[in-house]
């Protein structure tokens, strides 16, 4: 008998729950709401909450609305969003992770002291949170993806770097390092471990996890910018490891010769999306 079993440990973060509780909340009382981009980078729990009547606008559209209510997701947003709602008569409800929120007002009384040091995100360039950090900086702030990129700091004035909260926390010592490295005699260089902790913490589990399967299924949304860092951690363990959006793309060939499967998701993975991967596999299983 195959042992198939999910992770008890994926799924939502505390930040994500907030926000889809707060949406459920207002749209059980009737009435139009509005959400400022995806709630949660997981499509399926999207179109879930669609289904309920949450209405998804981008920032173009939010500018051009008059008299709503508008939902601010957990990634947070920029100053220049508040002031919009303000003007428009718009109603927040704000859903901002406060863990997020605490690192937006950390880079803004930074830049607010001293409008002249570089402030540096270590973050993914466009995504929703870093687009919020940078927001604190009047646009100043220099987002950086890797290592590589540090090349385009001016290592001969003062840096502050913090990081994006769902990014690798390895990867964020590799920047330091190589910043501590290459920055000039007597600069300062300030750095700050703003990586949120029900993240990072999910690493040395996922791995352990991942090590403990035949073959494993990462379930999570394609735009999830903390699904493919902790996929990536999944591969490094256990190279059958298969990224899958749903149950509709499960590849059933490599369900064969195998003693165990491992499902497991990120943090805007809804366990409902990972229990219907886990049910389809079992249903497969008893058919052959």
Known sequence: MIKVETDRDSGFCFGVVTAINKAEEELAKGGKLYCLGDIVHNSREVDRLKELGLITINHEEFARLHNAKVLLRAHGEPPETYKIAKE??????DATCPVVLRLQKRIKQEHTHNSQKQIVIYGLKGHAEVLGLVGQTDGKAIVIEKVEEVSKLDLTKSISLYSQTTKSLDEFGEIIEHVKKHIAPDISFNYYDTICRQVANRMPNLREFAATH???????????????????????????????????????????????????????????????????IIDHLNKQ
């Open 88 to 93: 428009n008569n718009i109603e927040i409800i």
């Open 214 to 280: 035949d073959l494993i299924f990462f379930v999570s949304g394609k735009k999830s910018s903390n699904g493919k860092m902790l996929f990536s951690e999944c591969l490094k363990i256990n190279s059958n490891s298969h990224l899958i959006d749903s149950a509709d793309e499960l590849d059933k060939n490599l369900l064969s010769n195998i003693n165990s499967i491992g499902i497991c998701g990120a943090t805007s993975t809804p366990k409902w999306l990972m229990d219907q991967v886990k049910e389809t």
